[in-house]
């Protein structure tokens, strides 16, 4: 099994940051992209940020300039750096792998269980 574990939530003032975690771990041979996604209540899970094993980054629009997708040393983590947070970034936030496992297959990671960040004055 493969599993993802986010990290970092919380409650912080309009104009403050927040970097979120997200740990990948199992039978993990290789991580080809790992990616930020979040969902407010009643609204649909949204894309926010990817990065790829090759250190391509792609964001939403409505995060650009703002957020900033990266990976450690070890590239099994990802971090997501939240800054100028705004009330609108309010939602739980999730992280997603696509990994190639030990045993030859290639697969999405099942979502982790969020990190709720909520942004209010």
């Known amino acids: 099994q493969v599993q993802l574990v986010e990290s970092g939530g919380g409650l912080v003032q309009p104009g403050g940051s927040l970097r979120l975690s997200c740990a990948a771990s199992?039978?993990?041979?290789?991580?080809?992209?790992m990616g930020w996604y979040r969902q407010a209540p009643g609204k649909q899970r949204e894309w926010v940020a990817t990065t790829t094993s090759g250190g391509i980054t792609t964001y939403a629009d409505s995060v650009k300039g703002r957020f900033t997708i990266s990976r450690d040393n070890a590239k099994t983590t990802v971090y997501l750096r939240m800054n100028s947070l705004e009330p609108e970034d309010t939602a739980v936030y999730y992280c997603?792998?696509?990994?190639?496992?030990?045993?030859?297959?290639?697969?999405?990671?099942?979502w982790g269980q969020g990190t709720q960040v909520t942004v209010s004055s």
């Open positions: 997603n792998a696509n990994v190639r496992t030990t045993y030859g297959t290639t697969l999405s990671v099942a």
């Open positions: 199992g039978s993990i041979r290789s991580i080809n992209a």
